[in-house]
């Protein structure tokens, strides 16, 4: 029998160092994790001082606004100066009002040379506004028409510039800034990707990727075969996005213009076309994400994958692929936030470089989320909860949980902080139902972080484990992913602002809070079937089949266009006929119904439409000169509507162009129509009855 000679001890302490290399070598990349994450942080403290800074007024707009004041007999204040745009705030006679003036050749109330400058608010019906408050603004633009200097942070004006109030005048959109957060964000999740492919074989890593980029394919293809683009906006409200994608106004910030700008413009007059397609494309990575979700969970390939294919063939999410909703936007965006959170997660700690750069990642996701719509505000919060799931003792879980709330909160305020600010105090200031829903909820958001974290220490300290995967500990598990798919749910329930509404609505409000959801139940799933191929397979399959069957009973209630959206369709298919710079004249409101062209002025030369408006029962304006066209919108097919549209069609004779009968579904029932088939279309006026001929394009 052979003895083997006792190994010597600095053989043995080879062998260990072989196990864990180069301990120096690891210490030193904690030293430069740690340099990193202090100059990501001052970074980002910079970004916010410079954003501050650049939308703050210098004294040359202080000095205007005084001698403004003193000619005009209003108070005038300076608010906030960027490039191209500055806003004031202005007092007369105890009413106050926010005043903005750009020159960047958007839409605008007056024109003042180059200039453009229009009240900050919703005002259908400037003429029934409050004397004070007209009176303060026509003062204020008197002012304006003397000089603007150029040190307020606008291009210097002609001496001598002119009031033009001669209603809407065709501009060409200009282009959109980059949008830093967007990119800045995909980069870094890219970076957080490639750490995690490093560490993986590179067959399984090329095969990984091939089938997230079959995944996100087969999505898209299925959803462009089977659903139409088609605006969702309830209430007509959808071509308004697009026009703010192309240069108009965006009331909740600039985040859909900074995404779906270049490819409006690139668009031409179909820009509604762009947006679509860039939007769908997007929604694909939806299933990509969910995916990435349930790994990171712990969950088995083939039950993430069922995950995933669950998300692809979901009706309400596909319709919102298809169409401009910032819903859909802001899903998938938190989506994407959450997915990178979770890998990096998976396999780096808290004090790691790797984690570092996914919380910039996700915080810069969820930034740009918040500048689109404030409906993000909200489920961005819970979304660093992703990290408490899967593969780890709960010590190690809990730090992960802790630095990327603080940190991913940290990144996403240095980027969008101040223009959030403002995106609340001018809704706050519009009476809007959103600032005091985020200004009460977000301490119940913050309370339900806390109740999971204590519920998670309570549970370790009772049952005594290190990790969350030993059997032992499967209640742990369960009741961790229970909170964290109930507590999203009733969040949501508890800030659901709207009543009365249609199905897919009420369906899309839910969806943001969807990524920590879906997260917590693939790591409960996973739970139920650890290490088992044939409980995996038959939880994959029963995934999928609850899925099909949601869809398949779902299907036609959450993809249904009402019409609103086939009206949109209507004008889109036809408005090549029209002859270039038509001038389209249409009732486009009256009090709460709204019908919103997707004719865009400024592309290709379009002047756009003259849209009536009707409020609180007063008669729009007269027509004045005659248009060259006229369109019989859905908001003529109602009760409130239908008097205003007789009158018109009575004074002018009509020629149809084209015209087309639409089933009649409102898009919000409380506003239902009044015959069952709303006649729609586009006349040639041909004169007025009384005898005065049209005008010629």
């Known amino acids: 029998m052979k003895v083997e000679a006792p190994r010597p001890p600095f053989l043995d302490k080879a062998d260990r160092l072989a196990d864990h290399p180069r301990p120096r070598m690891a210490r030193l990349g904690g030293i430069v994790g740690h340099g990193v994450r202090i100059l990501a942080s001052l970074l980002f403290v910079l970004a916010f001082v410079a954003d501050a800074r650049a939308t703050t007024c210098d004294v040359a707009a202080s000095q205007w606004a005084a001698e403004c004041a003193a000619q005009g007999g209003i108070d005038v204040k300076p608010l906030r100066c960027s490039s191209g745009f500055a806003s004031f705030r202005v007092d007369h006679r105890g009413a106050s009002l926010d005043v903005e003036v750009r020159s960047d050749g958007g839409p605008a109330f007056r024109r003042v040379g180059r200039y453009g400058v229009s009240p900050i608010g919703e005002f259908a019906d400037w003429s029934a506004e409050p004397e004070e408050l007209r009176s303060a603004f026509d003062a204020f633009v008197a002012c304006a028409a003397k000089g603007i200097p150029g040190d307020i942070a606008l291009p210097p004006t002609a001496s001598g510039a002119s009031l033009d109030d001669a209603g809407p005048t065709a501009h060409r959109p200009v282009p959109h800034a980059p949008a830093f957060r967007l990119w800045g964000g995909l980069v870094a999740a890219l970076v957080v990707a490639v750490a995690w492919a490093m560490r993986r074989r590179r067959a399984r890593v090329l095969r990984t990727v091939a089938m997230m980029m079959g995944l996100g394919a087969a999505t898209w293809g299925l959803r462009r075969l089977v659903l139409p683009f088609a605006f969702f906006h309830q209430n007509g409200h959808g071509p308004m996005w697009v026009d703010c994608a192309l240069g108009g106004r965006c009331g909740y910030g600039p985040g859909f213009r900074e995404i779906f700008g270049p490819f409006a413009l690139a668009s031409g007059s179909a820009a509604e076309e762009g947006v679509f397609l860039a939007h769908s494309v997007l929604g694909a990575t939806a299933p990509i994400a969910t995916w990435a979700l349930a790994r990171a969970a712990s969950a088995p390939r083939l039950l993430a994958l069922a995950l995933a294919v ?21 899903t998938w965006l938190l989506f994407a936030a959450a997915a990178v959170l979770a890998t990096a997660a998976r396999f780096a700690s808290w004090q790691s470089l790797v984690f570092t750069v996914a919380m910039c990642a996700a915080g810069l996701l969820i930034a740009e989320a918040a500048v689109v719509h404030p409906i993000a505000w909200v489920p961005s919060a819970l979304v660093p909860a992703v990290v408490l799931l899967g593969r780890g003792a709960p010590k190690r879980r809990l730090r992960l949980f802790a630095t990327a709330t603080v940190g991913t909160g940290l990144v996403a305020a240095g980027a969008s902080g101040t223009l959030v600010a403002q995106i609340y105090a001018e809704h706050r200031r519009w009476g809007s139902t959103f600032g005091g829903l985020v200004e009460s909820n977000y301490r119940f958001a913050l309370f339900g972080a806390v109740a999971v974290g204590g519920l998670y220490l309570a549970l370790r300290r009772l049952r005594r484990v290190r990790s969350v995967n030993l059997p032992a500990s499967w209640p742990l598990r369960i009741a961790l992913c229970l909170a964290l798919l109930i507590g999203p749910l009733l969040v949501a329930r508890a800030l659901h602002p709207f009543g009365g509404l249609t199905p897919w609505i009420r369906h899309a409000w839910w969806l943001p809070y969807l990524p920590v959801a879906l997260a917590a139940v693939a790591a409960l799933l996973a739970s139920l079937t650890p290490r088992r191929p044939r409980r995996i397979a038959l939880a994959s399959g029963i995934v999928v089949a609850c899925g099909a069957l949601f869809a398949i009973s779902r299907f036609g209630e959450l993809t249904t266009l009402p019409t609103d959206a086939l009206e949109s369709q209507f004008v889109a298919s036809v408005r090549h006929q029209l002859p270039a710079k038509s001038r389209v004249l249409h009732i486009e409101r009256v009090d709460n119904r709204i019908a919103t062209l997707p004719i865009y002025r400024g592309v290709d030369g379009n002047p756009g439409t003259v849209r ?51 089933p009649a579904l409102p898009s919000m029932p409380h506003m239902p129509y009044d015959r069952s088939e709303v006649s729609v279309g586009f006349f040639r006026v041909v004169g007025r009855a009384g005898g005065e001929s049209a005008m010629t394009p």
């Not at 669950?310 to 692929?321: C, D, H, N």
């Not at 009760?639 to 009158?647: N, Q, S, T, V």
């Open 612 to 662: 009536l408006v009707v409020k609180d029962g007063q008669p729009p304006r007269p027509i004045g000169s005659l248009p060259t066209h006229y369109y019989r919108s859905s908001v003529c097919t109602s009760e409130e509507g239908r008097p205003y549209c007789d009158a018109i069609e009575r004074d002018l004779v009509l020629e149809p162009v084209a015209t087309a009968v639409l």
């Open 310 to 330: 669950v998300v692809a063939i979901e009706p309400g999410s596909s319709r919102l692929a298809q169409s401009e909703s910032y819903f859909g936007v802001v």
